[in-house]
Structure formats: structure tokens, C-alpha cells
């Protein structure tokens, strides 16, 4: 029995599943050629698992093949989406809504903007970490170019309305980009049915490799221009140069081709999971659940805590099991999180906050391990508070 804590903090990342490695292993020593590379075998055949891989992923969303744009993962993507819109269509209009919980891959572009002299408007959420639609028709103006509103929160797993958000961009001739990090494989992706015009993609939050993904761009309906990020080559349809990662490319269509496969009996059991968890949890008092209760990721699990200092939490909880506190990429600040704020956490409570990222290799036994220990060191915590 393996010694390490166990791991549940997939929302910050997933090990590569063994199908998806064994897919890409011979990409790195025997079919090594670069896919744009038109004048022998080794480049022809790099090229066609290429095209294979891009026919899977724009499958997995109801897009074309000539509509994925590969990236080096979802910061580049959604960088790509925001700052390559806000140059095309400066024409048209400097305005660009956004809402406050979303992953800095969004937010930090867009205060890049402002600088420059874009119009940022951030909505709150409400309470569950739902858009309010009615305040988004409110601030959409005519010369709004841009909405980006994710798709499942990276903290507390919310699910948003992409359908609704979608349509009511659509009738307003409005672009909406949304940040499917943490969805694509978990949730049913349509890039037609919600209306969604530009969508970023990652692998490794889905058992795929790190380093890799994509950015769906949409060719019609309307035609969406990006001012190009990164020059040199001319590769991607000259939206984002630079020579092909095939192996990475290869590994990420299988790990979506295996979770779209396994997704409704994967996500049930999660479920099962993810309730057997909070079940033990919330027998405590004073545990609060983030986020919408069931409008969430499957694996997600997001509670903050009474009584508790947040930092002994963490440090009391690391021998048995791997969580985070927060989003990964804003685990070493001392701030709090800002969508725990955003919902309107009190201080205190944001920083006292567990992730619970529930994946594909977990078990009920290490559910069970871990909601006891969480018990302990809670109880323990809370004993040694009230002694000082």
C-alpha cells in the first residue's frame, strides 16, 4: 500500500490515464516526424494522426475539424480567444464582459486590456455562483464585442448556462468564448446548440498530458477573426505558429475520446462519491457548502469551515490526503480566493475552504479514509481553538 496521501485535487490536475500514455509513446521515437513536413512518410503519417485527433475533439464539441486551433493548453487559448478578438475587432467596439469567478487565464487578459484602453465589465455572481442572466442583458451594449463566461468553475465546479449566455450573444451579434478547462469530457459540450463561438480546451484536467490544447474557433455562422498572438510560420491557419507537439496532440484526443466513452457511468459515480463525502462532512456544524448544490461538476466538492484557522487545516490534512485550499494556480498567496469571495464568503471562511477534486482512480474506501481524517482534524483543530 502506497504511502503518499491520497490524491484529490483533480480540478488542479489528473495523472495520464495508461491508455492514453500508450497511445502516445510511439509518437516520441517512432513516428517522430513533424506533421508539417509534406515530402515523406514521416511527416505524412504524424500529419494524419493530426487530422485524426482533430476530427475526435471537434466531434467531442460538434465543431469541423478545420475549427481547432492546437495551443499549448487553455491559458494560451483563452489568451489567444480575448486578446486576438479585442485586436480584430477594435473597430467595432472596446468592450468585453466578463464575470468574477472566473480562472485568471480570464481575468488577467482582460485587466491587460484595460491598460489599453478597453471598457472591462466583471458581473457578480449570486450566492450559488450562477451568472444572473438578467443583469448580463443589462450590461451587453452595442459596442460589446466580447462575453467570456466559463463553463465549470475551477474552484467550486459551478456549471453555468452556456445556452442561455449563448443565445442571448447570438441575437445581439455578440462573440462568446467560454473556458471549458474543466468540462470538456464531463459535461455534453455543443458548440451549436449553446451558441458558443470561441471555446478553450486542456487535457491534463480530463487524465491527459500536460502542455497541450486547443482553441475552438468558429469558421461560420458568423466567421470569427483572431488577430494572431504568435507569428512564425504560419501554422493553425496562421492563428498560432509554431511546430506541432504531435505526441501531446495524439494523447489529448484519446483522453477525451476515453471520457466522453465512460462520461455518464463516470459522472454517476462520482456523484456517488462526491455525496458519500458530504454526507460524513455536513454531520459536523459549521460546514458550509460552496457553490450551486447540484448544478456542479461531479467531483467537486468546495466547503468552508467554522472554528477553523485555515492554514493548520491544510498542514493538518496533508499526511492522508492531497487537496487544495483554492485554485492551484493561486495556492501560494495569502490572499483569500477571490470566488469564495465573490460569493460573498466572509474572510475568514474563504481562507478556512477545502477542494475536494474527486477523480477517475478514486475509491469509496479512500472517501471513507479521508472524510474520517477531515473529521478528526477539524474536531482537533476546533478543541485546540478553544483552549486559547
Known amino acids: 500500500m502506497s504511502n503518499r496521501p491520497i490524491y484529490l485535487d483533480c480540478h488542479a490536475t489528473t495523472p495520464v490515464d495508461e491508455r492514453v500514455l500508450a497511445a502516445m509513446l510511439p509518437y516520441f521515437t517512432e513516428k517522430f516526424g513533424n506533421p508539417a513536413s509534406i515530402s515523406h512518410i514521416y511527416g505524412w503519417e504524424t500529419e494524419a494522426s493530426v487530422r485524426q485527433a482533430r476530427e475526435i475533439l471537434a466531434t467531442a464539441i460538434n465543431a469541423t475539424p478545420e475549427e481547432i486551433v492546437f495551443t499549448s493548453g487553455a491559458t494560451e487559448a483563452n489568451n489567444l480567444a480575448i486578446k486576438g478578438v479585442a485586436e480584430a475587432y477594435f473597430p467595432k467596439g472596446q468592450h468585453i464582459i466578463t464575470i468574477a469567478t472566473e480562472h485568471h487565464a480570464v481575468l488577467d487578459p482582460c485587466n491587460y486590456l484595460k491598460t489599453l484602453g478597453f471598457d472591462i465589465t466583471i458581473l457578480p455572481v449570486k450566492a450559488d455562483g450562477l451568472i444572473d442572466l438578467t443583469e448580463l442583458e443589462k450590461a451587453l451594449r452595442d459596442d460589446?464585442?466580447?462575453?467570456?463566461?466559463?463553463?465549470?468553475?475551477?474552484?467550486?465546479?459551478?456549471?453555468?448556462?452556456?445556452?442561455?449566455?449563448?443565445?442571448?450573444?447570438?441575437?445581439?451579434?455578440?462573440?462568446?468564448?467560454?473556458?471549458?478547462?474543466?468540462?470538456?469530457?464531463?459535461?455534453?459540450?455543443?458548440?451549436?446548440?449553446?451558441?458558443?463561438?470561441?471555446?478553450?480546451?486542456?487535457?491534463?484536467?480530463?487524465?491527459?498530458?500536460?502542455?497541450?490544447?486547443?482553441?475552438?474557433?468558429?469558421?461560420?455562422?458568423?466567421?470569427?477573426?483572431?488577430?494572431?498572438?504568435?507569428?512564425?510560420?504560419g501554422h493553425e491557419r496562421g492563428m498560432r505558429s509554431g511546430t506541432l507537439y504531435t505526441p501531446q496532440i495524439v494523447g489529448f484526443a484519446k483522453a477525451v475520446e476515453i471520457a466522453l466513452s465512460e462520461q455518464t457511468t463516470e459522472n454517476q459515480r462520482l456523484t456517488q462519491l462526491r455525496e458519500r463525502l458530504w454526507s460524513q462532512l455536513s454531520q459536523l456544524e459549521g460546514i458550509h457548502l460552496n457553490g450551486h448544490p447540484s448544478q456542479r461538476l461531479a467531483g467537486n466538492l468546495n466547503i468552508s469551515i467554522e472554528g477553523v484557522d485555515g492554514a493548520a487545516l491544510g498542514l493538518g490534512l496533508q499526511p492522508v490526503v492531497a487537496v487544495s485550499s483554492g485554485s492551484a494556480c493561486s495556492s501560494t498567496k495569502t490572499a483569500p480566493s477571490h470566488v469564495l469571495s465573490a460569493l460573498g464568503s466572509p474572510e475568514k471562511l474563504a481562507y478556512a475552504s477545502i477542494r475536494f477534486g474527486i477523480g477517475r482512480f478514486n475509491t469509496a474506501e479512500e472517501i471513507d479514509l479521508v472524510a474520517k481524517h477531515a473529521i478528526a482534524t477539524i474536531q482537533s483543530l476546533r478543541k485546540q481553538a478553544s483552549l486559547v
Not at 468540462?183 to 497541450?212: F, R, W
Open 144 to 233: 460589446t464585442i466580447l462575453v467570456s463566461v466559463m463553463a465549470a468553475n475551477n474552484e467550486i465546479g459551478v456549471l453555468q448556462p452556456l445556452a442561455e449566455i449563448g443565445g442571448m450573444c447570438r441575437d445581439r451579434h455578440i462573440i462568446f468564448h467560454t473556458d471549458a478547462a474543466q468540462a470538456i469530457g464531463k459535461i455534453p459540450l455543443d458548440v451549436e446548440a449553446m451558441n458558443i463561438d470561441l471555446m478553450s480546451l486542456t487535457a491534463h484536467k480530463v487524465y491527459g498530458p500536460k502542455g497541450i490544447g486547443a482553441l475552438y474557433v468558429r469558421r461560420r455562422n458568423p466567421r470569427v477573426q483572431l488577430a494572431p498572438q504568435q507569428h512564425g510560420g
